[in-house]
């Protein structure tokens, strides 16, 4: 294949005292506690598993142990906890023995480079778009997306159904060797479409104010902790997130006292991920909070570090402070990751000042090594949208390492910081 860099791409590497050099503490003080880099993986739906029975192939196994660093995240790409939360026949289950197996393999393959992996639980709510027969839409309420089918509101006992289902499907992820589960509620899906009134309007416990609409994630979570403890994991929010016309008029109503309730609930909570109030789907944006809103993660991230900032006028205030936080301690554990618009030549200021672990889809998909890449300071290959979720191979594992390009005849000449 032929390697390309772009030479915009060529940058130093960051300084040695930098925080973006420095791991962190995942599960700080228990018994799961882990070092961790600040690069990781986000989770990257492929389409590539295999059709029928939604298992992961062999060529997933070499995708991921490519990905795979010492110390180094992954979140697997976004993965159905049962048969009915599905509706794209390649992306990949974790609800049977064929799954588990072909997981298996690949947690075996990114522990066998050090790194860990933590699987994405999924499900589609009203973003099914029926392109797998037998599987109905359900969502909390009867909302449909433009191009989708309406959903079907659902009943107290599909409520318990999903609830256990996410159980199970942890109790799987165990048993596939995964490190921990991240509950998916970001970017308008199923528990994504609960906490938010744009697509819940339910008058049953499960309704209303922030506590009901929080009530499935909050009996989500306890499904999950239940197998593999608070410190092994975390959730993804995305509190700004417009995609599959999500987006509250006042995102911190919910998102605050719903991020303090985690903190509150679980002490130990291991870890949440939050999208960054910026587009990253191309799609755009047709949706505004209310004015006067500043859209950013600093708000939650004080109240994950425990810190009072109630003497601000609003969360948009203390946002406009432009604080900075200290990584996590042993009384407040749980780690802050974000994604979404963080490059090579952004994500050390940007540690910096946040200490979280920045999590990083798209030029994942185009280097292999990008923690190494970013830490040496190598060039950085650019994405090509094409191959995002075409089948097979390319674009998928044909992706070089710096080391595999660098051998390439026409990057000879590339002077590279070393
Ligand atoms: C091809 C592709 C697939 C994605 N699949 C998922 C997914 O399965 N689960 C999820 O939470 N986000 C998914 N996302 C969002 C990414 O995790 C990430 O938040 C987004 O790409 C922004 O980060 P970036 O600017 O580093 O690419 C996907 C994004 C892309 C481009």
């Given at each position: ?15 040695p ?21 600040r ?14 029975t939604?298992?992961?192939?062999d ?15 992954i ?12 509706g ?12 588990i ?48 089918p ?72 306890d499904?999950?902790i ?24 006042d995102?911190?109503?919910t ?16 870890y ?56 996590p ?22 540690v ?18 990008l ?48």
């Amino acid at each position: 294949m032929v390697a390309t860099v772009d030479a915009v791409n060529q940058r130093s590497s960051p300084r040695p005292d930098s925080r973006l050099l420095k791991t962190v503490k995942l599960g700080a003080g228990s018994q799961y506690e882990k070092e961790i880099h600040r690069i990781a993986m986000a989770p990257l739906t492929r389409f590539r598993n295999t059709p029928g029975t939604q298992a992961p192939t062999d060529l997933s196994v070499t995708y991921y142990q490519q990905r795979a660093s010492p110390k180094g995240l992954i979140v697997n790409e976004a993965t159905f906890v049962s048969a009915e939360a599905g509706g794209y026949p390649t992306a990949p289950g974790i609800h049977s023995e064929e799954q588990i197996a072909g997981w298996k393999k690949v947690t075996d393959a990114v522990h066998s480079k050090n790194g860990y992996i933590y699987l994405q639980a999924w499900a589609l709510g009203r973003a099914n778009a029926g392109q797998q027969e037998g599987v109905e839409t359900v969502a909390p309420s009867a909302i449909g997306l433009k191009d989708h089918p309406v959903p079907r509101e659902m009943t107290t006992e599909d409520i318990d159904n999903f609830v256990k289902a996410y159980g199970v499907a942890a109790a799987n992820a165990k048993k596939a060797g995964f490190d921990g589960v991240e509950l998916h509620g970001a970017n308008g899906y199923l528990v994504n479409q609960f906490l938010e009134s744009v697509s819940n309007k339910r008058t049953d416990a499960y309704g209303g104010d922030w506590q009901g609409r929080s009530k499935f994630l909050f009996r989500v979570l306890d499904e999950l902790i239940n197998v593999f403890g608070q410190e092994r994991i975390g959730v993804r929010l995305s509190p700004w997130g417009r995609f599959q016309d999500q987006l509250e008029e006042d995102p911190y109503a919910t998102y605050i006292p719903v991020v303090q309730e985690i903190v509150k609930r679980y002490p130990k909570f291991g870890y949440i991920h939050f999208v960054e109030p910026r587009n990253w789907t191309g799609i755009p944006e047709t949706r505004f909070p209310k004015e006067g809103i500043v859209e950013s993660n600093d708000p939650f991230r004080a109240i994950i570090r425990g810190i009072d900032i109630s003497s601000y006028s609003s969360p948009s205030d203390y946002a406009k402070t432009n604080p900075s936080f200290e990584d996590p301690t042993p009384e407040h554990p749980t780690v802050v990751i974000s994604a979404a618009g963080h490059d090579a030549d952004n994500v050390e200021e940007f540690v910096e000042r946040t200490g979280d672990i920045a999590c990083i889809g798209r030029y994942y998909i185009s280097n292999p090594d990008l923690p190494e890449r970013i830490f040496k300071g190598y060039p950085v290959r650019k994405y090509d949208r094409s191959t995002f979720y075409s089948p097979g191979p390319v674009g998928y594992i044909d992706q070089p390492t710096w080391e595999e390009e660098s051998r390439a005849k026409h990057v000879e000449n590339v002077a590279v910081q070393p």
